[in-house]
Each structure stands twice: as structure tokens, then as C-alpha cells.
């Protein structure tokens, strides 16, 4: 018995209540917590250490709620609310058909599936790394866990040295498999451990399409979040999950689907071009060539928002995007952004939320 303590001193160890003490072991977040013989108190392994997740996070992960599970350029994480206010049928908390075809991390999808009943879901990217990472999430998130998990305690177990021999042979392994068109459990498992561990959770790759992000310099980085990959997983058993063109979507779209579009933004700057998240460009011309979409979708009855940068942050005469959405409803919202990754203008500029309702 002295090899293990109780609920309350461990509690008092870890600056918790007996409450959360008795959920962690409930939970199975304690290797080697028992039942003391008939009784329902717990004892705990005398040297065991607190888990270390947050207190809110195990309880957002346990309510089933699902937030991305990558870091990517343009997430929408801060204009959420903004964008909320737009989600048309929150007071049914129900929606019949969302699509979201330049789905990349997918705040807004998650916040839309976090807080109403979807009964068809459509999410694109023209990136085939980023949507087979969805498609294993969503097929195979057993295999996926476990292979995860298996390199986080390996990398974690590692000395810096060894550490980045690991994270260039787990990036060389990507391309390789990227370059033979392999998507499958092994692909998502590095496109995950890559975001986890690169420089800033960046996406970019070089001309000839190899991932070329350099390593970060995160000490305890968190590469499998089992938690959130099973609830993100639950969310998306009836996602159509499309690797292609947004355009393809039309299809799927009617009168009755609400539809966010999240372009790759139209640069500030001309120094900021910002285009690599695939091989694939994305410059004026696309742009237009989606306002056009946007009008034939609009005419089959659909709720459309769209989002993009405000051309008058840098020249307060570039009528660019309110020309090409003539017809549509053009809000100015606050967000926190760098203008240009070059120059220090950070800090508050207007983003665009283009809608046709
Ligand atoms: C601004 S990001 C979306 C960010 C996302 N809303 C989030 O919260 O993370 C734009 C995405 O569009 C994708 N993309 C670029 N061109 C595309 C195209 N023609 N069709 C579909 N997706 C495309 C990119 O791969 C990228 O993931």
C-alpha cells in the first residue's frame, strides 16, 4: 500500500480538485491506478505525474467537440465569430447540405460541425496530401493513432542531434511518397508529425513539389492528439471528402447548401505572394474566375460566404474586389495579420467577408 496515495493527496500534489483526480483516473489517464479493494476511491502510483493536458482542453476533447488538426496558412481560428454570424440556421442549430471547397484546416468547417446537425457535408483541396490526411482521419484513424503515436515517443525520446536526422528522414520518406502519388495511412502520419514539428506549421514546397519546410524549435511538441483526431473523426463519417478543383463542387451545391469559400488570398503586396500552399498559383485571374462561380452558384439559391484580404489595407483606391463582387454584400472585418512577412506592419488590418445574403 505505501507504493500508492490517495485521490485527495494526490490532488493536493498537483494543484487540482479530488473531482479532477478521480476523472483522470476514470478516464484511464493514470497508468496503474487501482480500486481500493471494495471501495470505489481510487489509488494512484505514489510517483505518478499529473497529465498533461489542460483541464478545458480534456473537457472541449470529451464534450466530442472537433478543432483542426493542423496548423495552416490563412486558418480562420480568429475571424470565427465573425463568420459565425453568418451561419444562417443557427437558431435550429441544424443544416441540410454545408460545403466548404478550399477546405485547408478547416476551422470554419469544424466550428460549423461543432455547433449544428449537418446532413451532407462537401470539403475540397486542391492539396492531395492535406485531403488524404482528412480521408485516413476519417477511414482509418486507428492505424493513423497508432502509427502517431509511435513516432512522438521516439522523436520526443531524442536528443536535438537525432531529432533533426529524424524530422529530414521523415520529410525525405514524405516526398518520396508525395513524388509517387502513395496517399495512404504512412503519408498521413508524416503530412501530421511534419505540421507538428516544421517551422511554424508551414506548407510549402518548391518548384519541383517537394515539402521543403526547415525543422522548428518546439521542445515538447505535441504530434498525436488522440483525443481530437477520434472526435474529428467521428465529425467527418459522412463528409464527401474531394481532392480537386472548387470547382467541382458545383455539383453537390443547391438551394439548399450554405457554402464558405476560403481562397488563397489575393496578396497585399506585391513582395508578399504568398502562393505556395500547392504547386498551383492562385492570381488574379482565379480570382475573378471564382466571383464568377460564386454568381452561378448564387443564382441556384445557395448561402454563400466568402472570405479574402482588403486590397485598401495598402491602396486605399484598389476597387479589385468590390468590382468583382458588385452584386454580393462586402463587410470590412478587423484581424490580427502580418501584411507582409518582409516589412513589421503587423497588427490590425480589415479582412474581406463577402456574402450574398
Ligand atoms: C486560405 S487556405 C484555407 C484556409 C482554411 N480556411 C483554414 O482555416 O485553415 C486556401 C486553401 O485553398 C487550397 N486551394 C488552392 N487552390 C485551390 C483550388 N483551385 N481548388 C481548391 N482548393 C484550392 C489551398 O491548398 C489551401 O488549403
Redesign the pocket.
Do not use: E, R
Given at each position: 500500500m505505501d507504493d500508492y496515495i490517495s485521490v485527495q493527496t494526490a490532488a493536493k500534489k498537483w494543484k487540482v480538485t479530488p473531482r479532477w483526480v478521480n476523472d483522470y483516473c476514470n478516464n484511464g489517464r493514470i497508468p496503474g491506478a487501482k480500486r481500493w479493494e471494495g471501495k470505489k476511491d481510487w489509488l494512484i502510483p505514489k510517483n505518478t505525474k499529473k497529465p498533461v493536458d489542460a483541464r478545458t482542453k480534456t473537457a472541449k476533447a470529451k464534450s466530442g467537440e472537433a478543432k483542426?488538426f493542423l496548423k495552416?496558412?490563412?486558418?480562420?481560428g480568429q475571424l470565427l465569430t465573425e463568420i459565425g454570424k453568418y451561419y444562417p440556421f443557427a437558431e435550429k442549430k441544424h443544416i441540410k447540405k454545408y460545403a466548404e471547397?478550399?477546405?485547408?484546416?478547416?476551422?470554419?468547417l469544424f466550428d460549423v460541425l461543432n455547433k449544428h446537425t449537418v446532413d451532407e457535408v462537401y470539403i475540397?483541396?486542391?492539396?492531395a496530401e492535406?485531403i488524404n490526411t482528412y480521408i485516413t482521419i476519417r477511414d482509418n484513424s486507428d492505424e493513423l493513432i497508432s502509427r502517431l503515436k509511435t513516432m512522438e515517443s521516439d522523436y520526443l525520446a531524442k536528443d536535438a542531434d537525432a531529432r533533426k536526422k529524424a524530422y529530414l528522414e521523415a520529410r525525405a520518406r514524405f516526398n518520396a511518397l508525395k513524388r509517387d502519388g502513395i496517399r495512404d495511412a504512412e503519408a498521413a502520419t508524416l503530412m501530421i508529425f511534419l505540421n507538428r514539428t516544421c517551422f511554424n506549421g508551414l506548407y510549402r514546397v518548391n518548384k519541383a513539389g517537394d515539402y521543403n519546410v526547415p525543422m522548428g524549435a518546439y521542445k515538447n511538441p505535441q504530434i498525436c492528439n488522440e483525443d481530437n483526431l477520434l472526435n474529428v473523426s467521428k465529425k467527418l463519417q459522412n463528409a464527401n471528402i474531394i481532392c480537386g478543383?472548387?470547382k467541382d463542387s458545383a455539383s453537390f451545391i443547391d438551394d439548399k447548401t450554405f457554402v464558405y469559400f476560403?481562397?488563397?488570398?489575393r496578396p497585399l503586396t506585391k513582395t508578399a505572394n504568398f502562393t505556395s500552399?500547392?504547386e498551383?498559383l492562385?492570381d488574379d485571374s482565379k480570382q475573378l474566375e471564382l466571383a464568377n462561380f460564386v454568381q452561378d452558384l448564387d443564382n441556384k439559391g445557395a448561402l454563400i460566404v466568402i472570405s479574402n484580404s482588403d486590397p485598401k489595407n495598402t491602396d486605399e483606391n484598389d476597387n479589385f474586389f468590390d468590382d468583382a463582387y458588385s452584386k454580393q454584400n462586402i463587410r470590412r472585418v478587423a484581424a490580427n495579420r502580418m501584411i507582409n512577412r518582409n516589412s513589421d506592419a503587423r497588427g490590425k488590418i480589415n479582412e474581406l467577408l463577402i456574402t450574398n445574403f
Open positions: 483542426p495552416w496558412a490563412g486558418g480562420k471547397p478550399f477546405v485547408g484546416g478547416g476551422a470554419v475540397s483541396d486542391i492539396n492535406l478543383d472548387y476560403d481562397p488563397p488570398y500552399y500547392t498551383h492562385f
